[in-house]
C-alpha cells in the first residue's frame, strides 16, 4: 500500500495542561520522546514539542494527547440529508459536530475556514461525550453525525460519544475522506451504524495534488466498512477538468459496485468555486448528468446528483418499478413511500436503515 509520510510540521502553542487534555489512542513511544502515530496511514513521526500533520495530535514528553477532545468548534442540528445519507432514516435530523483540523489538505474544501485551522484558531465549546448524546436527545435528533471536517482527527472524541450514543439508542453516522487506519477503524465500526465517505477521485495522481491524500488507502477503508456491516453511501465531488474523465468515473463506479455491491448509493455533487479553486468555474449541468448516466450504465441502482436544487436525481426511484419511492427538493422530503423497507408499489427491498 502507498504510505504518507506525516511530518511534524507544527510547534507547540497549545496552553492547556496535560490534565486538561486526553491522551491518544494508536501511537507508539520511540526513543528521546518521539511518538509515531498510528492513527491515519500518514503514520506521522512526531518530536517532542510537536504536532502530527493533523495540527490536533501534540507530543508532550513522549506522550501523544488530542487537543481537541471534547471541544467541537462547529455542533448544529441537520437533516440527514444533508451528510448526504439518502437511505438512513429519511426526514430525520442528525446532531452534527466537529472540532478544528484534517490529515488532508483538499484544495477545494468546503469548510477549510474549520478544517484548516488550528485548534487555539478557531472558537470551541466544551461538550462532553455525555451531553453530545443527552443534547441529541432533547433535539429529538435520531442520529448523531461527525461530520463537516474530518473525524478520524477527533477520534477519541467520536469514539467514546459513539458508544454513549448507542447504549442510548442513538445511532452514530460520519461523513469522512476514509483516511484511517484498519485496526482504529475496526475499532469505531463497532458503534458506527453509517458513513458517507468522499472518493475524491479515482487516480493517485489527483489524490496527491489536489488533497494530499492516499487513494488506496481510502479503497481499503470502504471494503472494511462494508465488511463490518456499515451502511455505505459515497459522495464524489466532480471538478471540471479535474476528476471528471468519463473514463475514470467509469472505472469507479465498476470498483463500486465489484467491491461494494450494486445497492452502494453514490452522491455526484456540484462543484462551485472554493478556498484554493477559485478560478474554476462551476460543474457544468450536463457534467453531472453525464455521470449520472456512466454510474447507471455501470449496474449502480442508487445513484443521486447534489447540489442542484429540483433535479429529478435528489430523489430515490425504485429499481424495479421504477416508480418514485422518496420525494426531493433540497433536503426537504416531498414523499416517503417505503414501506418496512420495501417499495409499497411492488415490494422490493429497498436497502438502507429505515427505523
Known amino acids: 500500500m502507498f504510505i504518507l509520510l506525516g511530518l ?11 490534565q486538561d487534555l486526553k491522551e491518544a489512542m494508536y501511537y507508539e513511544k520511540l526513543k ?6 498510528h492513527l491515519c496511514p500518514r503514520r506521522c513521526v512526531i518530536q517532542d514539542k ?24 462547529a455542533v448544529h442540528i441537520d437533516p440527514i440529508e444533508k451528510k448526504p445519507l439518502f437511505h438512513v432514516l429519511p426526514g430525520s435530523s442528525a446532531y452534527s459536530i466537529a472540532t478544528a483540523g484534517c490529515n488532508l489538505r483538499c484544495k477545494f474544501c468546503q469548510n477549510w475556514q474549520i478544517s484548516q485551522a488550528l485548534p487555539e484558531d478557531v472558537k470551541s465549546y466544551n461538550l462532553s461525550p455525555q451531553e453530545v ?43 469522512s475522506a476514509g483516511h ?25 495522481d489527483f489524490y496527491g495534488s489536489m488533497s494530499m491524500g492516499d487513494l488506496g488507502s481510502v479503497l481499503q477503508t470502504l471494503k472494511i466498512l462494508k465488511e463490518e456491516g456499515v451502511w455505505i453511501e459515497i459522495t464524489n465531488l466532480v471538478l471540471p477538468g479535474l476528476n471528471d474523465d468519463p473514463e475514470l468515473l467509469k472505472d469507479m463506479c465498476v470498483w463500486i459496485k465489484d467491491n461494494l455491491g450494486a445497492d452502494t448509493p453514490i452522491h455526484f ?19 453531472l448528468e453525464k455521470a449520472h448516466e456512466i454510474a447507471k450504465d455501470a449496474g449502480l441502482k442508487y445513484v443521486y446528483i447534489g447540489n442542484m436544487p429540483g433535479s429529478s436525481a435528489e430523489s430515490t426511484f425504485c429499481p424495479v418499478c421504477r416508480k418514485l419511492i422518496i420525494g426531493r427538493v433540497g433536503y426537504a422530503i416531498t414523499e416517503n413511500n417505503i414501506e418496512n423497507g420495501k417499495c409499497k408499489f411492488c415490494n422490493a427491498e429497498i436497502p438502507g436503515i429505515w427505523k
Open 32 to 37: 528521546d520522546k518521539v511518538v509515531n502515530c
Open 8 to 18: 511534524a510540521v507544527y510547534s507547540s502553542l497549545h496552553s492547556a495542561t496535560n
Open 50 to 73: 510537536k504536532r502530527g500533520f493533523c495540527g490536533v495530535r501534540e507530543n508532550r514528553s513522549g506522550v501523544l494527547y488530542t487537543l481537541v477532545y471534547a471541544k467541537p468548534c
Open 269 to 287: 455533487s456540484r462543484f462551485f468555486p472554493m478556498y484554493k479553486l477559485t478560478n474554476i468555474s462551476p460543474t457544468p449541468v450536463e457534467t
Open 133 to 175: 448524546v443527552d443534547k441529541a436527545k432533547k433535539a429529538g435528533a435520531k442520529t448523531v453525525a461527525y461530520t463537516y471536517t474530518e473525524p478520524t482527527i477527533f477520534y477519541e472524541y467520536m469514539l467514546d460519544t459513539a458508544k454513549i450514543a448507542k447504549k442510548e439508542g442513538i445511532l452514530n453516522v460520519m461523513h
Open 180 to 204: 484511517i487506519n484498519e485496526t482504529p477503524l475496526k475499532e469505531l465500526c463497532k458503534y458506527l451504524d453509517a458513513a458517507n465517505i468522499d472518493l475524491k477521485g479515482f487516480s493517485q
